[in-house]
């Protein structure tokens, strides 16, 4: 797993949890999304499900130790889904952005937006070469599902501009990250990637985790929503 992650940018482990925890984790995320139905996904997820604090710095923690190091923290969490009403899709892109706790005018550090109340912005490149994404998945994630299409390696590229980012996605081979239920996809956020709408939209609940290495935020930066 740890070798897929570097040579290839992403890894898909069959299993992350115990059936029953998944058919939990489903029961408490339903009431959670209908509030919030027309959107398709919800924010600041640590908050709105405080039972997944456990999990993230638990069994899941656990997945991404072999890359981060035992002390990688669970910095940001979101939850997807798909469905008939919300069949989004996702053109290609990188994850380049991070929530913090406060703006601050720092070279290096930018450009800034406000996101549900949180700041977000985009860090150095450094900072996300020691960031790993974590994603549950609730539901089986096959080819008719719009699940993630990643193009492998291109995380070794580092932050593209967009029109490399464009050529990239032109000339390379991309790849249907498909998960079965209970399974998780490892991603590093600088990996090109995708999401196509379902072609047979029910359910893609998906829980989303940003995990970072234990290091602290250079420049006096802090994480809005670290959990321990």
Not at 35 to 54: K, T
Not at 127 to 136: A, E, F, G, I, Q
Not at 162 to 189: I, K, N
Not at 193 to 222: K, T
């Amino acid at each position: 797993m740890t070798s897929d992650l570097a040579l290839h940018g992403y890894s898909v482990v069959p299993s992350g949890l115990t059936a029953e925890v998944v058919a939990e984790l489903r029961a408490q995320v339903d009431p959670i999304l209908t509030r919030h139905a027309e959107r398709g996904g919800v924010r600041d997820l640590f908050q709105h499900l405080p039972s997944l604090v456990p999990l993230a710095v638990g069994p899941l923690q656990q997945l991404v130790a072999p890359t981060l190091g035992q002390g990688a923290v669970a910095v940001r969490a979101l939850l997807f889904d798909k469905t008939p009403v919300t069949n989004w899709k996702a053109t290609w892109h990188q994850d380049v952005t991070i929530s913090v706790t406060e703006y601050a005018d720092c070279h290096g550090w930018g450009p800034w937006s406000r996101k549900a109340g949180a700041w977000h912005v985009r860090p150095p490149a450094a900072v996300l070469d020691r960031m790993l994404t974590l994603r549950l998945h609730l539901d089986p994630c096959g080819p008719d599902n719009g699940p993630v299409r990643v193009i492998p390696g291109s995380h070794q590229g580092g932050r593209f501009s967009d029109s490399e980012l464009e050529r990239v996605a032109r000339s390379s081979a991309p790849v249907d990250c498909l998960v079965a239920e209970g399974g998780v996809l490892l991603m590093r956020p600088l990996i090109l990637h995708a999401s196509a709408p379902a072609a047979a939209p029910s359910h893609r609940r998906v829980i989303h985790i940003e995990y970072a290495s234990a290091d602290p935020l250079p420049d006096g930066f802090h994480w809005a929503e670290a959990v321990a």
